[in-house]
């Protein structure tokens, strides 16, 4: 099905100084790749720069062939990120920031597909509030709804689970894989195990030493240092 993502000796961190080790993977079509490791090891880094959140120290990134650009347009109609300290328009309320982003990307029934984004989040009587009125889950619910429903053939989530309860937990296992199922590859950085054996195809643990491994196996193999 082609390969989406390409990560080229990597290296990411701030100021000069890395925060982990090289980086090298690919994220076909279809497929998911888990990230993991303990906290302050780097996995959230290492997705903000495959974003094009931040520059990278040294490596390269390629989404379908060509170099992340976050302004462009190309690359911003490919990507979907979804990361705990993504802002709200505070002004407008949960239905008109899906509008806005459903219209944006185009889509049939734009109106349609928020009520079933609502539905599917549990916010269609949190509808008409504003962010700063919503709980920190309610919070979380919105920006994962926000990135779930335009189009993207990458989808980057940075710890999804995050203020969750556990049925909504298994329900965004389900949409990243049925994600993967339609095509589209994904790169999910996580510390629920059971989300990551739901989902991943493949797994890098972040530390000094970065090791690929199969989740449903548990082989281990080093993948940068």
């Known amino acids: 099905m082609g390969t989406v993502l390409e990560a080229e000796g990597l290296l990411v961190g701030y100021a000069g100084a890395p925060v982990c080790g090289e980086v090298s993977a690919s994220v076909d079509a279809g497929e998911v790749l888990g990230i993991v490791g303990v906290n302050g090891a780097g996995k959230s880094t290492v997705a903000r720069t495959i974003a ?57 029934d734009p109106e349609a597909r928020v009520e079933e984004e609502l539905e599917f989040f549990g916010l269609q009587g949190r509808a008409h509030a504003i962010p700063d009125a919503l709980s920190s889950g309610q919070r979380r619910r919105l920006l994962l709804a926000a990135g779930l429903i335009r189009p993207s053939s990458l989808l980057i989530l940075d710890e999804p689970e995050q203020r969750l309860d556990p049925r909504m937990r298994v ?33 890098l643990v972040i530390d000094e030493e970065v090791r690929e491994f199969d989740p449903e196996h548990g082989a281990s193999i080093i993948a940068g240092s």
């Open 171 to 203: 329900a965004i296992g389900e949409r990243i894989a049925d994600h993967a199922k339609d095509g589209g590859a994904v790169v999910l950085v996580t510390h629920d195990p059971q989300l990551l054996l739901a989902t991943a195809s493949t797994c």
């Open 52 to 108: 094009g959140r931040q520059a990278s120290l040294a490596g390269d990134v390629k989404v379908h062939g060509l170099l992340i650009d976050p302004d462009a347009v190309p690359f911003r109609r490919q990507v979907s990120a979804v990361f705990d300290d993504d802002l709200f328009f505070p002004s407008l309320t949960v239905r008109e920031h899906l509008l806005l982003i459903a219209r944006g990307h185009s889509l049939d």
